[in-house]
């Protein structure tokens, strides 16, 4: 019998070697996109920091939506698919906000005000004082339940 992959370890794992949130969620579920994984990364690169650490809508959360895309995604114009898919979307936010506390990054990390363009440095420190490992695990955890 196969072993079941634990894809919120996994995106943990990914967060914790550097990727950001987004790539860490898109990259724990890698082997099931039709994408290889540089173009994964590049696709998922911009979401980083709640989008270019402008702290909007968290990167877990974003990566956890361009998975959905790739294995569920609605490529017609046909009103009752993108109903689905939004309903899933909107479901899958309230589960996310229910299990974090927000949607938002800097709700999440407490970060009100512009932040610089520059990654902050991966260090002991960095993630000792960031929920973001937990929120990955949770973000592909949740998303796991959508693409069954």
């Not at 994408?35 to 590049?42: A, M, V």
């Amino acid at each position: 019998m196969k072993k079941r992959i634990n894809r919120a370890e996994l995106a943990e794992q990914y967060f914790l070697k550097g990727y950001s949130c987004s790539q860490a969620v898109i990259l724990a579920y890698q082997d099931l996109i039709n994408l290889d994984k540089e173009t994964s990364l590049k696709i998922a690169s911009p979401f980083g920091g709640g989008i270019a650490r402008l702290r909007e809508v968290c990167g877990a959360f974003s990566g956890a939506l361009i998975v959905l895309g790739c294995l569920k995604g609605n490529p017609t114009t046909d009103i009752k698919k993108k109903t689905k898919l939004y309903k899933d979307i909107q479901n899958m936010a309230e589960e996310f906000t229910k299990a974090n506390g927000f949607l938002h990054c800097r709700d999440l990390l407490n970060l009100h005000g512009k932040s610089s363009a520059c990654p902050s440095k991966r260090s002991k420190q960095y993630y000792s004082h960031r929920p973001c490992q937990k929120i990955v695990g949770n973000a592909a955890r949740i998303l796991e339940k959508y693409i069954r």
